[in-house]
C-alpha cells in the first residue's frame, strides 16, 4: 500500500503542515514501515511524487484508490493512473469529500 498527503507548505491554509491538519485520520491503523508515504502538492498523486516510479519498480499494473475530496484528488488520481496505463479502480465506498463552498444543492 502507497500512502499520500497532500501538503501546500508555507501556504498557512490546513493543507500547510505547520497547521496540524496534514495527518492520517484517526479511524485508520498507520502506515506500516515498509509503505511508503508520499506528500503531493497537486490534485494527483503522481506529478510531484515518485508514485510511478514506486509502482513500475514493484511491477504494479493494477490501482486500487481511495481517500478524501473524490471529486478532486482521488479522481484526478485515477484518471491519471489510467491515462499512464494502469488498470484504475476507484473504491467509491472509501472516499469521502465535502461540499464545495457556495454551491447549493
Not at 507548505?9 to 493543507?15: A, E, I, L, M, Y
Not at 491503523?29 to 513500475?56: G, I, M, S, W, Y
Not at 475530496?69 to 484504475?88: I, K, M, N, P
Request: with cysteine; hydrophobic share 40%; charged share 20%.
Amino acid at each position: 500500500m502507497v500512502w499520500v498527503l497532500h501538503t501546500a507548505p508555507g501556504s498557512g491554509t490546513p493543507f500547510d503542515p505547520d497547521s496540524g491538519h496534514v495527518r492520517f485520520l484517526a479511524e485508520l491503523e498507520e502506515p506500516a514501515p515498509d509503505e511508503p508515504v508520499l506528500r503531493k502538492t497537486v490534485h494527483n498523486a503522481f506529478t510531484t511524487t515518485n508514485l510511478q516510479h514506486l509502482l513500475t519498480r514493484a511491477g504494479v499494473g493494477e490501482v486500487w484508490l481511495c481517500g478524501i475530496r473524490t471529486e478532486q484528488c482521488v479522481e484526478t488520481t485515477t484518471r491519471l493512473a489510467s491515462d499512464l496505463g494502469y488498470a484504475a479502480v476507484l473504491v467509491t465506498d472509501a472516499t469521502t469529500t465535502d461540499p464545495l463552498g457556495g454551491l447549493s444543492a
